[in-house]
């Protein structure tokens, strides 16, 4: 059984950066494939970003609105999805959540349906 517990959410600023945080429990995380999404109040929830099970190129694809501003990243040994935002705008407020799905293949999977285990969800808020 997979569990996902986000982490690192808050009140920012506009045009400053955040990093979140996903810890991974279970087994065998390198065999999942991984994404952040986000769901803002009266909207649907929406990639931002995901990353191959490997994290090795060609590793992970981003929604254009966050292109340029957002890095997704895992690291094998902690077991940890990250994801670094920087010059955050107020349209970045929204409740972000990591998802996993298992994976024989080195893909990255960009939409919501392709998920299997999701986390609670993390509160990010940034103010103007």
């Known amino acids: 059984q997979v569990q996902l517990e986000e982490s690192g959410g808050g009140l920012v600023q506009a045009g400053g950066s955040l990093t979140l945080s996903c810890l991974f429990s279970g087994r065998n995380f390198d065999m999942h494939a991984m994404g952040w999404f986000r769901q803002a109040p009266g909207k649907e929830r929406e990639l931002v970003g995901a990353i191959n099970r490997s994290g090795r190129a060609p590793s992970s694809t981003y929604a254009d609105s966050v292109k340029g501003r957002a890095t997704i990243s895992r690291d094998h040994a902690k077991p940890t999805l990250y994801l670094q935002l920087s010059s955050l705008k107020p349209e970045d407020t929204a409740f972000y959540f990591c998802?996993?799905?298992?994976?024989?293949?080195?893909?990255?999977?960009?939409?919501?349906?392709?998920?299997?285990?999701w986390g609670q969800g993390t509160q990010v808020t940034v103010s103007s």
């Open positions: 998802a996993a799905v298992p994976t024989d293949y080195n893909y990255v999977f960009s939409s919501r349906d392709d998920y299997f285990y």
